[in-house]
């Protein structure tokens, strides 16, 4: 169900956030380590019982570090890039709570089994809207989440995704010390060059060089959950000094195999498991051109005769590291800014029109190809004139989607699809200027006059 949010809201939500939910027979709420909290039993000898868990994930734009020195404006899940990892056992009863605190479109698609409702495609969650997603944790292994609003891969490059791992429910894995590796492009100067700037391994580059290395034992199993969140290239991962075993793409369903690099694709995944026979320091990083760019990350095997009884965990150390390096400061926006709290139907419906029975009223077309950021013109006319009580009629002539939304809050049309229209009547003299709330640089103006 998507909803406008009320400011109370916006209040509780924005302090309850981070809070992750679990229920077995009765509700407890947990909160660890910031945003970041895990639902999952550490011990793999045991057979896990699948649970009810909530998640809240909020879409904010952020400030962060990238780079040493390297501030930019990211678009975030719950403020930092990636977003927090989820965990989950298979089999769980999963509802994720979507806030949208930004002033554009976003949603969240999660890899795996689930229907449409919560496929993350439609509908797409417009500023100050919440929309809650339900699936249940199929299959297990290594998963990912990302925006899939239109254009998906600039979302993503801006910084909306995350890690999802899936506990099998039956023990398959043996104890092991677990690191989260999500690999990703940025680029400040233009998020849509091929060859981006920065090559991050979980937000900021060369993050686990130095005091920050990973940590493990000689002979101690380590596994790797590897997600590739890039958008134009893969990644060949590679670990120094050890032949590694590969579960393909991620999924433990797949009959794991020896590996000297392996190769994720964008969209893609692989869970690695390796030990280290000798103590030392040792370099992982992609081979090609990333490494050269932020990609490039040590681990150091310290010597020891100890055997892991359990598995433990150091994705809640790698989040807190993250944004302890990352600083994100959260961007707020007023409720005028993300379309007035209000309910939206009292200035206008949401529902698009087909196109019939539209001579003589004042018209905005939105041009085939606006979507495109590249393009300069995405309404004709730009700029309307008409008179006080007129209606005008925007339609959409192209390929995908799009919102006519008021920068004041005073009208939102919803989605309009292709060969679809959309009326809006202006009753008072003044200006207003409007734009598309998938696509911000989709900008108009309309002039009312007595």
Same mark, same amino acid.
């Given at each position: 169900?998507?909803?406008?949010? +009320?400011?109370?809201?916006?209040?509780?939500?924005?302090?309850?956030?981070?809070?992750?939910?679990?229920?077995?027979?009765?509700?407890?709420?947990?909160?660890?380590?910031?945003?970041?909290?895990?639902?999952?039993?550490?011990?793999?000898?045991?057979?896990?019982?699948?649970?009810?868990?909530?998640? +809240?994930?909020?879409?904010?734009?952020?400030?962060?570090?990238?780079?040493?020195?390297?501030?930019?404006?990211?678009?975030?899940?719950?403020?930092?890039?990636?977003?927090?990892?989820?965990?989950?056992?298979?089999?769980?009863?999963?509802?994720?709570?979507?806030?949208?605190?930004?002033? !554009?479109?976003?949603?969240?698609?999660?890899?795996?089994?689930?229907?449409?409702?919560?496929?993350?495609?439609?509908?797409?969650?417009?500023?100050?809207?919440?929309?809650?997603?339900?699936?249940?944790?199929?299959?297990?292994?290594?998963?990912?989440?990302?925006?899939?609003?239109?254009?998906?891969?600039?979302?993503?490059?801006?910084?909306?995704?995350?890690?999802?791992?899936?506990?099998?429910?039956?023990?398959?894995?043996?104890?092991?010390?677990?690191?989260?590796?999500?690999?990703?492009?940025?680029?400040?100067?233009?998020?849509?060059?091929?060859?981006?700037?920065?090559?991050?391994?979980?937000?900021?580059?060369?993050?686990?060089?130095?005091?920050?290395?990973?940590?493990?034992?000689?002979?101690?199993?380590?596994?790797?959950?590897?997600?590739? !969140?890039?958008?134009?290239?893969?990644?060949?991962?590679?670990?120094?000094?050890?032949?590694?075993?590969?579960?393909?793409?991620?999924?433990?369903?797949?009959?794991?195999?020896?590996?000297?690099?392996?190769?994720?694709?964008?969209?893609?995944?692989?869970?690695?498991?390796?030990?280290?026979?000798?103590?030392?320091?040792?370099?992982?990083?992609?081979?090609?051109?990333?490494?050269?760019?932020?990609?490039?990350?040590?681990?150091?095997?310290?010597?020891?005769?100890?055997?892991?009884?359990?598995?433990?965990?150091?994705?809640?150390?790698?989040?807190?590291?993250?944004?302890?390096?990352?600083?994100?400061?959260?961007?707020?926006?007023?409720?005028?800014?993300?379309?007035?709290?209000?309910?939206?139907?009292?200035?206008?419906?949401?529902?698009?029109?087909?196109?019939?029975?539209?001579?003589?009223?004042?018209?905005?077309?939105?041009?085939?190809?606006?979507?495109?950021?590249?393009?300069?013109?995405?309404?004709?006319?730009?700029?309307?004139?008409?008179?006080?009580?007129?209606?005008?009629?925007?339609?959409?002539?192209?390929?995908?989607?799009?919102?006519?939304?008021?920068?004041?809050?005073?009208?939102?049309?919803?989605?309009?699809?292709?060969?679809?229209?959309? +009326?809006?009547?202006?009753?008072?003299?003044?200006?207003?200027?409007?734009?598309?709330?998938?696509?911000?640089?989709?900008?108009?103006?309309?002039?009312?006059?007595?």
């Amino acid at each position: 169900m998507i909803k406008k949010l +009320t400011d109370s809201e916006n209040t509780k939500n924005s302090g309850n956030r981070a809070i992750l939910f679990l229920t077995t027979v009765a509700a407890v709420s947990l909160a660890a380590m910031g945003l970041m909290v895990f639902a999952q039993d550490e011990e793999a000898s045991a057979v896990q019982t699948p649970a009810h868990k909530e998640f +809240t994930l909020v879409a904010e734009e952020v400030e962060l570090e990238v780079s040493p020195g390297q501030r930019v404006k990211a678009w975030t899940f719950n403020g930092t890039m990636p977003g927090p990892t989820l965990r989950f056992t298979e089999g769980d009863d999963v509802t994720i709570h979507f806030i949208n605190k930004t002033p !554009m479109a976003h949603t969240i698609h999660f890899h795996g089994n689930h229907d449409d409702e919560s496929d993350g495609v439609l509908p797409q969650v417009l500023p100050g809207e919440t929309y809650t997603y339900n699936f249940v944790a199929d299959p297990a292994g290594a998963m990912m989440y990302h925006c899939h609003a239109y254009p998906t891969s600039l979302h993503i490059r801006m910084g909306m995704y995350g890690a999802m791992i899936i506990d099998p429910k039956e023990p398959v894995l043996k104890p092991a010390r677990e690191f989260s590796l999500v690999l990703s492009e940025f680029d400040p100067e233009n998020q849509e060059n091929f060859v981006a700037k920065y090559y991050p391994v979980n937000g900021y580059t060369d993050q686990y060089m130095g005091e920050n290395s990973l940590h493990a034992k000689q002979n101690e199993l380590v596994r790797f959950y590897v997600v590739n !969140m890039g958008t134009t290239v893969p990644y060949s991962f590679h670990l120094h000094s050890t032949i590694f075993k590969v579960y393909q793409s991620g999924l433990l369903s797949n009959e794991p195999f020896d590996a000297q690099t392996i190769e994720i694709g964008p969209g893609n995944a692989a869970i690695v498991e390796a030990t280290w026979k000798w103590p030392g320091t040792y370099l992982f990083h992609s081979h090609g051109l990333q490494e050269e760019r932020g990609n490039m990350g040590e681990i150091v095997v310290e010597p020891s005769e100890e055997t892991l009884q359990d598995s433990v965990s150091m994705i809640d150390w790698q989040y807190e590291t993250q944004k302890r390096l990352q600083q994100p400061k959260v961007i707020e926006y007023s409720d005028q800014e993300l379309g007035g709290q209000t309910d939206i139907t009292a200035h206008a419906s949401h529902l698009a029109q087909s196109l019939e029975n539209i001579d003589g009223e004042p018209r905005v077309r939105i041009i085939d190809g606006s979507w495109d950021n590249k393009q300069k013109e995405s309404y004709s006319p730009k700029e309307i004139t008409v008179k006080v009580g007129s209606e005008i009629r925007w339609i959409n002539e192209d390929a995908v989607m799009h919102t006519v939304t008021s920068k004041e809050g005073i009208f939102d049309s919803s989605l309009i699809s292709k060969g679809k229209s959309w +009326t809006q009547k202006f009753d008072a003299a003044g200006t207003v200027e409007y734009y598309c709330a998938l696509h911000p640089w989709m900008e108009g103006m309309v002039i009312i006059k007595e």
